[in-house]
């Protein structure tokens, strides 16, 4: 494939997915995530263009409110912990030392997957990942390729990186890849957003509006995750420059507040 071919194909995946974006008239009922394991219609509040002048990815905002980074190429892994603590045992006891028998933490999960990302940049040289702390697991982002979300590269990342099942199978539905950029409502003081986007009169917009300016506020106290480590290869690739930049300024990486 040439790069002029490669392009193209680049500027198509972007254009249908915005084009998802503005035409779904299918809202599945919510999930823990906020969204289903399908194409959903959401309002489109910016877009991403490469160095190139390449259009690379969307922020949309969900059923909840949120923000949330779409982007095409960019590999996003999602990594929950386990909602009640489990036994020492298993794949765990590859990466961690225990002094005796004992309860797993959240630290414990954090540094088996960061270790399993570290054991992937050995045995796969080149890679880069940025590992983040969220509020119930771990994000991880290769930094040193673009990659496309149904590939066979990408099942082998997700199944060796222990990747959300749901958030597996949305990266097949929208032929993307998803990570949230502002706080949960519920987990910053607010609510959710009470009307759905598109708005159908001007009393839900003025609703929305209202909501939206409460919300913005509390969520500048928040961070939606926090950089925990650079693993592997520290090369960047071009177009995820600008994606990094945007994903880690609106999430509050570098910021020392609370994670939600």
Known sequence: ????????????????????????????AAHHYGYADRPLREQILAEYKSPSGER???ITRNLSG???????RALFIDIDFPEAPFELFGWFKKFL???GP????????EAA???KAELWARRNPGWGWRAYRTRAGMRLLATHDL????????????????????????????????????PKPWRCGSRPAPVPWPWTNPRDEGDFAR????????????????????????????DLVPLITVHDERSHTSHALPLA
């Not at 494939?1 to 599945?28: C, F, G, N, W």
């Not at 004992?102 to 999960?109: G, H, I, N, V, W």
């Not at 939606?224 to 960047?236: M, N």
Request: proline share 4%.
């Open 66 to 72: 949120c923000q949330v980074l779409n982007a095409t």
């Open 211 to 238: 909501w939206e300016h409460d919300y913005s506020r509390l969520s500048e106290r928040f961070s939606t995750c926090h950089l925990r480590t650079i693993i592997g290869s520290t090369e960047v690739h071009p």
């Open 102 to 109: 004992r309860k797993l933490t959240e630290a414990d999960f």
């Open 56 to 58: 690379t990815a969307v």
């Open 1 to 28: 494939m040439s790069i002029e071919d490669a392009r193209q194909q680049a500027e198509a995946a972007v254009q249908a997915l915005v084009q998802r974006y503005q035409t779904v008239k299918h809202l599945p």
């Open 113 to 115: 997957a960061i270790a």
């Open 147 to 182: 990659f496309e979300p149904a590939s066979a590269t990408v099942e082998s990342a997700f199944e060796a990186l222990g990747a959300d099942p749901l958030y597996r199978r949305l990266c097949k539905a929208q032929q993307s890849f998803r990570a949230r950029l502002t």
């Open 97 to 99: 030392k225990p002094s």
